[in-house]
């Protein structure tokens, strides 16, 4: 299996902060900026994928990353997963990758500090 990860959540700037409570918008990119270096330094070959929570314009931007490569594994974030009102985005974005990577292997974080936990249940960099 390709180690290479497509890490997936959603796009800071769609989030509705006021669910959020101790969280913006800067905090919350410098957090994902940060988990991302972390994988990089972690040596995880991982590519960020940040999407609208429109089902349609997430579905085109996971299809479009898919396009640039071999990936064994997808990390989906707590945001595209948790929400409620994002039952169809989930549903759209695991169909999107098990359509078009057989065999890709799904993996879920908690938060952007714990995806290298989550990328080391399925593969070591």
């Given at each position: ?90 549903e ?23 995806t ?10």
């Open positions: 299996m390709s180690t290479r990860v497509l890490s997936i959540g959603l796009h800071p700037r769609t989030l509705d902060y006021s669910k959020l409570p101790g969280i913006d918008e800067a905090s919350f990119t410098a957090r994902i900026q940060a988990g991302n270096a972390a994988l990089r330094e972690a040596g995880f070959d991982a590519v960020s994928c940040l999407i609208d929570p429109d089902p349609d314009l997430a579905e085109a931007a996971v299809r479009e990353e898919l396009k640039g490569g071999d990936f064994g594994l997808a990390m989906i974030g707590a945001g595209v997963r948790m929400l409620p009102e994002h039952t169809v985005l989930f759209r974005i695991v169909n999107v990758l098990t359509e078009a990577v057989p065999g890709i292997r799904l993996c879920f974080n908690t938060s952007p500090e714990s290298i936990d989550a990328l080391r249940r399925w593969i070591e960099p």
